[in-house]
Nanobody, 121 residues
Framework: QVQLVESGGGLVQAGGSLRLSCAAS????????MGWYRQDPGKQRELVAVITNDGTTNYADSVKGRFTISRDGAKNTVLLQMNSLKSEDTAVYYC???????????????WGQGTQVTVES
């Protein structure tokens, strides 16, 4: 069973930093993209940052210049370095990965269980 295991969430003061990590629990044939989304209660899940297989990155306007996404391809891991955190960054952060499990598999989306990030002002 494929799992995306997230870690690194927690409570931090405004202006502080956190680093989120997400690792796939199985070996993967090829990854199209990995990214982070976040969701506040009562709101829609929104894209925070994504990185494609060729290293192209895309960020939400609200986090540009503060967050950095990176990948460790050998470990099928995606990291999100979050600096200069604001209270509005408070949310549950979800990891998402699009990949082929085997050479003959279809590309499927997988989600992590979510990790809470709380920024106190």
């Amino acid at each position: 069973q494929v799992q995306l295991v997230e870690s690194g969430g927690g409570l931090v003061q405004a202006g502080g930093s956190l680093r989120l990590s997400c690792a796939a629990s199985v070996s993967i044939f090829s990854i199209n993209a990995m990214g982070w989304y976040r969701q506040d209660p009562g709101k829609q899940r929104e894209l925070v940052a994504v990185i494609t297989n060729d290293g192209t990155t895309n960020y939400a306007d609200s986090v540009k210049g503060r967050f950095t996404i990176s990948r460790d391809g050998a470990k099928n891991t995606v990291l999100l370095q979050m600096n200069s955190l604001k209270s509005e960054d408070t949310a549950v952060y979800y990891c998402k990965a699009e990949f082929k499990r085997y050479r003959w598999s279809a590309v499927l989306d997988y989600w992590g269980q979510g990790t809470q990030v709380t920024v106190e002002s």
